[in-house]
């Protein structure tokens, strides 16, 4: 098995590949959808932004530098002070913002499951803990084809499972 992670929507019917997790609103088409998990979706500051900056509140969440997903509309919809500030630096790569906030760059909105080990490393600081926001729903895609490789529907299965579990 390979696995390219690419974060353009690649075309499974014309290119070569197998097996697509996608995160968001998916478009009709011949492929079928196995529905992987819903991202929940926090605040987070590192140590050192925290020394740096007051601790975000819901009224001042507006003054803090942000950095979030490309699109992301969390970064200027109400969060009942206003709308907040737009975002310092945006990324498609939800990785990559995870970096910045352990930098010290920003506040960063990201999926709970990518800070478990930082946050128990005290790496990763949790802000406005009882905002957590519901993120988009992450499916599985693949061709309809009765051939379908057994591999393939053995992998999407083994995510299903996987991904109950967190």
């Known amino acids: 098995m390979?696995?390219?992670a690419i974060s353009r929507r690649n075309d499974l019917l014309r290119d070569d590949f197998d097996v697509a997790v996608r995160a968001g609103l998916l478009s009709g088409g011949a492929l079928i959808a196995r529905r992987l998990a819903e991202v929940?979706?926090?605040?987070?500051?590192?140590?050192s932004y925290l020394a740096r900056h007051d601790a975000p509140t819901a009224r001042t969440l507006a003054s803090h530098a942000m950095v979030g997903l490309v699109g992301q509309s969390?970064?200027?919809?109400?969060?009942g002070s206003g709308p907040l500030r737009r975002q310092r630096l945006s990324t498609n790569d939800p990785l990559l913002i995870k970096g910045f906030v352990?930098?010290?760059f920003a506040l960063g909105w990201l999926p709970l499951y990518l800070c478990r080990a930082e946050i128990?490393?005290?790496r990763l600081i949790r802000c406005l803990p009882e905002r957590t926001?519901?993120?988009?729903?992450?499916?599985?895609?693949?061709h309809g084809r009765p051939e379908a490789p057994v591999k393939v529907r053995?992998?999407?299965d083994f995510l299903v499972t996987e991904l109950a579990l967190r």
């Not at 929940?40 to 140590?47: C, N, T």
């Not at 926001?133 to 693949?142: D, Q, T």
């Open 154 to 156: 053995a992998f999407v």
């Open 2 to 4: 390979e696995i390219e």
């Open 133 to 142: 926001i519901s993120g988009p729903e992450v499916f599985a895609l693949f």
């Open 102 to 104: 352990l930098d010290g």
């Open 40 to 47: 929940s979706v926090g605040l987070f500051a590192s140590p």
């Open 74 to 79: 969390l970064a200027t919809t109400d969060y």
């Open 120 to 122: 128990a490393e005290g």
